[in-house]
């Protein structure tokens, strides 16, 4: 149990669909992170949060949009996306931004595009 | 800036061998160093850290780092290898200076212990 729950675990979507993926920490936390893991490449920063806020937008494409209605909540609305946005989507939380504090990661939503 | 190198992208080693797993790092400031793990199917656990005093940092699951300032290392340790460490190991490095709260990830380091 890591504190941290993403849903669904695998995804399945065409390239015209629309989906989201759910995190959701009860952990007291107040910054949360998503993450784009794909193989052969490094973790990629994708958005950040703190006391619901956005802070990060680490230029990804439109075809993302997250959604952080509470600090214990965090969405990541999918539309129109391509086959190399297959990967798996980490999300994370921390207590807040401070550097050292680690990080607590969810064990993701595998995504695969059609 | 702050940048973190795992140089090697496989670690093999028999069980109850001990296990180094490396990590160079540059930073501006003073480094925040981290170490994760990730098993199969899993997201990243946090090990350990080293933000300041004692070089030799202890972790979960027996596992220890040591901060050496002048080599700029943070290289990731145990004893004795199990089996069951076998997992992907990533480093990570924040700067006290520069204003970047969001840590940087090396490209991790696939450990594989054999039987």
């Known amino acids: 149990e890591t504190g941290v729950t993403q849903t669904p675990r695998h995804l399945v979507m065409g390239m015209t669909n629309k989906k989201s993926l759910k995190c959701e920490q009860h952990?007291?936390?107040?910054?949360m992170y998503w993450y784009k893991q794909s193989a052969k490449k490094p973790l990629e920063l994708m958005f950040v949060y703190n006391f619901k806020e956005q802070t990060e937008n680490n230029s990804v494409p439109s075809r993302f949009s997250p959604e952080c209605p509470n600090s214990s909540h965090l969405f990541l609305h999918l539309h129109t996306l391509q086959p190399e946005d297959s990967a798996l989507y980490l999300c994370?939380?921390?207590?807040?931004?401070?550097?050292?504090?680690?990080?607590?990661f969810g064990d993701g939503t595998r995504l695969s595009i059609l | 800036a702050q940048s973190v190198a795992q140089p090697e992208d496989q670690v093999n080693v028999a069980e109850g061998n001990p296990l180094t797993v490396k990590c160079t790092y540059s930073?501006?400031?003073?480094?925040?160093l981290f170490w994760y793990v990730q098993y199969p199917n899993r997201g990243l656990q946090f090990l350990l850290k080293?933000?300041?005093?004692?070089?030799l940092v202890k972790g979960s699951y027996g596992f220890e780092a040591e901060f050496n300032k002048s080599q700029t290392s943070f290289h990731l340790k145990k004893p004795s290898a199990l089996v069951s460490d076998s997992a992907l190991y990533f480093c990570a490095v924040r700067d006290s200076k520069g204003g970047s709260y969001i840590p940087t990830f090396g490209r991790g380091t696939s450990l594989i212990v054999h039987p």
């Open positions: 994370a939380s921390s207590p807040s931004q401070n550097v050292d504090q680690p990080q607590h």
């Open positions: 952990l007291g936390h107040n910054a």
């Open positions: 080293y933000i300041t005093g004692d070089n």
């Open positions: 930073v501006s400031g003073n480094p925040y």
